[in-house]
């Protein structure tokens, strides 16, 4: 509820007390507003949120600075309503910059458009806001404002808690009575730490200081303690010895003695105690500055990690940080970098810069041509040498015939030459007068070898007869003739011109047409599979496509640079781009839509899809090989390279990439753990969960387009698009949560918009509507496929009958419910809350246990076997609770992730649990250890997991995508296994002038003891 006044003192609260308390916020807004902030504070009340609000103003007799002080001192988070009324107020300006000062949680929230021209603070322009004008659907952006209020509320709360206590420390006159001690002083310590681990959570310096003060103090009471020790031991000694002189002067001699002997083991016992304290002394300090140490290589390795082309320069830091002390932080790191990084197979290199990678029609091989007048062949085993060939100058381009018999090059010196495939020996040579060769490409049936030259003109060699006189192509305008391609049908060849002209030549009866006109230089072209249609781009910024036969100008697209290369997709239904724009662009090859577009932090140069299509490998200017994933956009993995990319060639099977740079190196990399992804599936609209049926026959899958979709199994690996599967639910609304009875008789989803759950019948082929009767959050079938549950914002989990739709009974619990799920014999069933977990009894309708987990327990998981629970919270950690052992006296297994967790699966074998997270990867736990074994990229939220039932396969749907995954062949990396691991995906160590630049002065070591160190 909403006063002028403060909130509660958490610092005087129980654990339980705080773990139970409401969120608090101050909402600043002009009184110009006052309607709207009430109506916004009365939803936050009914939500369980207190709201700090000056509705008549403070008296300005009162001391109103240090109340509005207070209150947002007090706050875990600050709201800022943005209206031009507020953005001019002097009070509001002077709130936001104390929430700044205190580093508190900002949440803008535009009520009004601010007027043009208008001035805002840069903090409020760089948060992301929350829309609540009067055009936006205020009630279904209202969960979203409450949801980021409450994420990362534990540490948020710890550090209103903190401030607290540090404020009045300071306005105590730093009086060290008010300093932290004991337990307090080592949760602030932990607090403090944990604060590195995200960039949102920033620890005020008075915070700070507040923290390092009463360590520092502490650790004088514990020296002091010794002393007085040590000094009340003396004095002891010392009275004995005047009690000893008090007896009798006679046996001064002999007491004496006794006194000096008594004195000499005090002395050593001392000294004795003295050398153990400073020996523990030096052992903490030796501790502290290993964990020093390692958590400044984490920090690192953090930064290097999102800087292009230095993911081995962070793996190598987060090892460091690992061998010196391990910590989630070092871990997340190296699984992040590992699980996007290929293995290495081979580096070898030219003397100059790669201008092409050429397969061998058979695959065992692959040549490349290069700056330093060579073309060399290697093996695609190990990338061991087989033989150079030489040039006059600058090799561009490299050909093998069809049979893989004859190679063929060419380039500035003018000539294009054939040699043995087998052993490099010349068998002919074609002078065309010293002028560039550009280009050099070979009709699909290996009859013709196209010749693209700088003087403009094509020439056309005859490869069943070498002694026939090249045939030459002339275009009416001048240009030298950059690139060329043919059709897929061999009836067509596309040239590209400097001029910004291109044609397409009938290659029967040797005749052009114009294609499209460029502004500029043209640098690609590429026929359609089907020979209909031809793209072309360069400089011009654009890709245009023309009719092939015709050459009419179908469409443009635009770009933000120029247009470096391009490249159909197998199908024809798409083309991807690389562009000077520092983009990878994915067109609708029919509409010339955008589909997807991925990032490089330079220019793109080349882009390359694999023969399946599934796969995308980009390079250029930000020394960086990416792969992609062609349907999602994911990253899958990346490549730092020593200079600029210049070439890359998926090997047929798509096991190795070969890339080549502009140095001269060429790296072949083992990609072939991207085999393990089995499929993808593009449905047109979010996917909000995909789950395959108990039965095997089929999965499900629900999306933004309000329908579920059933996609059979048997055509799982055949579909590419969702929309091959038959509509079986048509809601009014979104649906959100989706649950499929263990006999696979049934779907349930919960349509939250509606209040109500979707009842669909397999069997019958028809829908029944459960009105709950508030937002529902979860449903969950019960293991005998005769009930089902439904649970929401009125705190009730209703059970209600499969058969007849009808309510059967009702659970009442303390608040909203976020998650549900039936223990597998049915016996009992979890709730998540925030905060807590509620074990009900069935067969008693009594709560039979409660479980304590800070945060909103947005997902709940019982092992198929009965033995385990998973919760998971939006804190970001995963629970395992003990079932079998009563839940293990509320002491679970804690699985943490750098994320939070959205979705929750056990494998049908228990062994396994998947988890689908925030920060775009789907992570899998050995149930067994506790620990995370592997870790699946993606391009968004992976809002959903699925296992098949044989435990084979597993299904993820991250935004418009539903992949599955062979998993079996995934990767599985143990926690003791990691370090070894992540080696095997690096090239070398640093090298010693990178290790001066990190670690100054430190003696430099091998973080790979297996690898070289990097020249």
Not at 77 to 94: G, K, Q, W
Not at 385 to 407: A, P, R, T
Not at 638 to 667: C, M, W, Y
Request: net charge negative; aromatic share 8%.
């Amino acid at each position: 509820m909403s006063r002028p006044g403060l909130f509660p003192d958490r610092g005087n609260m129980t654990d339980q007390e705080q773990s139970a308390a409401s969120s608090n916020v101050f909402i600043s807004y002009s009184r110009k507003n006052k309607k709207f902030a009430q109506k916004l504070n009365d939803s936050l009340d009914s939500s369980g949120i207190e709201a700090w609000v000056d509705w008549e103003g403070i008296p300005l007799s009162s001391d109103w600075m240090d109340e509005i002080t207070r209150a947002i001192e007090g706050a875990d988070a600050f709201l800022f309503i943005i209206s031009p009324d507020s953005l001019a107020s002097e009070v509001c300006a002077e709130e936001l910059e104390l929430s700044l000062k205190y580093n508190k949680k900002l949440i803008p929230i535009l009520h009004i458009e601010p007027e043009k021209g208008s001035t805002m603070h840069e903090a409020l322009a760089a948060t992301n806001w929350v829309y609540m004008r009067e055009q936006d659907d205020y009630d279904a952006t209202l969960p979203g404002l409450i949801e980021s209020i409450h994420t990362d509320l534990g540490w948020v709360r710890q550090h209103t808690r903190l401030l607290k206590r540090a404020k009045e420390w300071e306005s105590k006159n730093k009086n060290s009575s008010f300093l932290l001690q004991g337990s307090d002083l080592n949760e602030a310590e932990t607090w403090m730490v944990d604060a590195a681990n995200q960039e949102s959570r920033v620890v005020v310096p008075l915070q700070g200081e507040f923290i390092q003060t009463s360590r520092q103090a502490a650790t004088r009471r514990q020296r002091n303690l010794l002393i007085g020790v040590s000094l009340a031991l003396l004095v002891s000694i010392g009275l004995a010895i005047f009690a000893l002189f008090q007896r009798g002067i006679a046996l001064e001699q002999t007491e004496l003695a006794q006194e000096n002997e008594a004195i000499a083991v005090a002395n050593e016992h001392a000294r004795a105690t003295q050398q153990v304290i400073a020996e523990e002394n030096e052992a903490q300090a030796i501790q502290n500055e290993i964990v020093a140490k390692a958590q400044r290589a984490a920090a690192e390795a953090r930064i290097y990690q999102t800087q292009a082309g230095e993911l081995d320069t962070s793996t190598l830091l987060a090892i460091d940080s690992w061998q010196r002390e391990p910590s989630f932080l070092a871990e997340d790191i190296l699984r992040r970098n590992t699980s996007l990084s290929p293995v290495p197979i081979a580096q070898v290199s030219h003397s100059g810069r790669i201008w092409h990678i050429e397969l061998s029609p058979d695959g065992e091989s692959f040549a490349t041509s290069s700056s330093d007048h060579t073309v060399c062949v290697w093996a695609m085993e190990d990338a061991s040498q087989y033989f150079c060939v030489e040039h006059d100058d600058i090799v561009y381009d490299v050909l093998y015939n069809k049979d893989g018999s004859m190679m063929m090059s060419a380039g500035e010196d003018g000539t294009v030459r054939l040699w043995d495939a087998a052993d490099g020996n010349l068998l002919k040579s074609y002078d065309f007068n010293g002028t560039t060769i550009w280009d050099l490409e070979i009709n699909p049936d290996g009859s013709q070898l196209a010749v693209a030259r700088d003087d403009s003109y094509v020439s056309i060699i005859d490869l069943n007869n070498l002694d026939k006189k090249p045939r030459n192509l002339k275009q009416e305008e001048e240009g030298g003739v950059y690139k060329m391609a043919y059709s897929p049908d061999g009836e067509w060849l596309g040239v590209a011109t400097s001029s910004g002209k291109t044609f397409i030549w009938n290659m029967v009866g040797y005749y052009f047409a114009r294609g499209a006109v460029h502004l500029d230089e043209v640098y690609a072209v590429d026929f359609s599979p089907d020979s209909t249609r031809m793209i072309s781009g360069g400089a011009d910024s654009a890709v245009r496509m023309t009719r092939t036969r015709t050459g009419d100008e179908l469409f443009s697209v635009t770009h933000g640079d120029w247009v470096e290369d391009l490249i159909f997709g197998p199908d024809g239904s798409w083309f991807a781009v690389a562009a000077d724009d520092n983009n990878v662009w994915i067109w609708d090859a029919g509409t010339g839509v955008e589909k997807l577009r991925m990032q490089h932090d330079g220019f793109v140069q080349k882009v390359e899809i694999s023969a399946s299509g599934e796969w995308i490998a980009t390079t250029g200017y930000d020394q960086t090989v990416r792969i992609w994933d062609s349907s999602s956009g994911s990253e899958m993995m990346q490549i730092p390279l020593d200079a600029n990319g210049s070439a890359i060639r998926f090997s047929e099977d798509e096991t190795h990439l070969i890339v080549g740079d502009h140095k001269g190196n060429i790296g072949l990399w083992d990609i072939s753990h991207l085999l393990a992804r089995l499929n993808s599936i593009e449905f047109s609209e979010l996917v909000r969960e995909a789950r395959f049926s108990p039965s095997g026959e089929w999965l499900v899958a629900n999306t933004d387009q309000r329908d579920v979709r059933i996609l059979p199994s048997e055509e799982l690996f055949e579909m590419t698009m969702g929309a091959e599967g038959a509509a079986i639910i048509d809601a009014d609304g979104l649906t959100y949560d989706m649950d499929i009875s263990p006999n696979s008789e049934w779907v349930v989803v919960a349509e939250r918009e509606k209040k109500r759950a979707i009842l669909y019948s397999v069997v019958e082929q028809s829908s029944t509507y459960l009105a709950h009767g508030a937002t529902v959050r979860d449903v969950a079938f019960h293991p005998d496929s005769a009930q089902v549950a439904t649970v929401g914002d009125d705190a009730f989990v209703s059970v209600w009958d499969v058969a007849t739709a009808e309510e059967v009974y009702v659970l009442e619990n303390p608040a909203e419910i976020l998650s549900v799920a039936f223990e597998a014999d049915g016996t009992r069933l979890a709730v998540g809350l925030v905060d807590q977990i509620i074990i009900w009894d069935l067969e008693k309708k009594e709560k039979f246990i409660k479980l304590k987990q800070t945060g909103e327990i947005e997902s709940l998981a019982y092992s198929p076997d009965g033995a385990w629970l998973a919760t998971a919270s939006l804190e970001g950690t995963i629970y395992l609770w003990d079932v079998q052992n009563n839940y293990a006296g509320n002491s679970p297994t804690i699985l943490r992730m750098n994320g939070q967790p959205q979705a929750l699966e056990f494998s049908p074998d228990s062994s396994l649990l998947a988890v689908g997270s925030s920060n775009y990867f789907a992570y899998l736990w050995d149930v067994s250890i506790g620990q995370e074994v592997s870790r699946l990229p993606h391009s968004d939220v992976v809002r959903s997991v699925s296992f098949s039932p044989d435990g084979n396969m597993l299904a993820t749907a991250s935004r418009k995508v539903v992949q599955f995954w062979d998993v079996a062949a995934l990767p599985i990396i143990p926690t003791d296994e990691l370090i070894e691991a992540a080696c095997s995906h690096l090239m070398a160590n640093l090298s010693q002038s990178e290790w001066e630049v990190i670690y100054a002065s430190e003696e430099y070591r091998l973080l790979c003891s297996d690898l070289p160190v990097k020249e």
